[in-house]
């Protein structure tokens, strides 16, 4: 499964395996993190969001356990 690019100032791609509910973001900044239990509906609408930080910051910030991977400066 390939990380999906998206249109955003402040993230850079976003990867969902849905046989674990686990959705990894990496932002701008270099940052990449994992999100557990994510449901599918919420990657389909962060992909489906007009503007996806919004949407990032308002439904899965805060709102699912959070695992940080790395932080690099190359995007």
Do not use: C
Request: charge should be neutral.
């Amino acid at each position: 499964m390939d990380p999906v690019p998206l249109d955003s100032t402040l993230l850079l791609w976003v990867l969902y395996v849905p046989e674990e509910r686990r959705l990894r973001l990496k932002f701008r900044s270099g940052e990449i993190y994992d999100y557990s239990a994510v449901p599918q509906r919420i990657y389909q609408a962060l992909l489906d969001a007009e503007s996806k930080g919004r949407y990032f910051n308002h439904y899965i910030r805060d709102a699912y356990p959070t695992q940080p991977l790395r932080t690099d400066s190359a995007t």
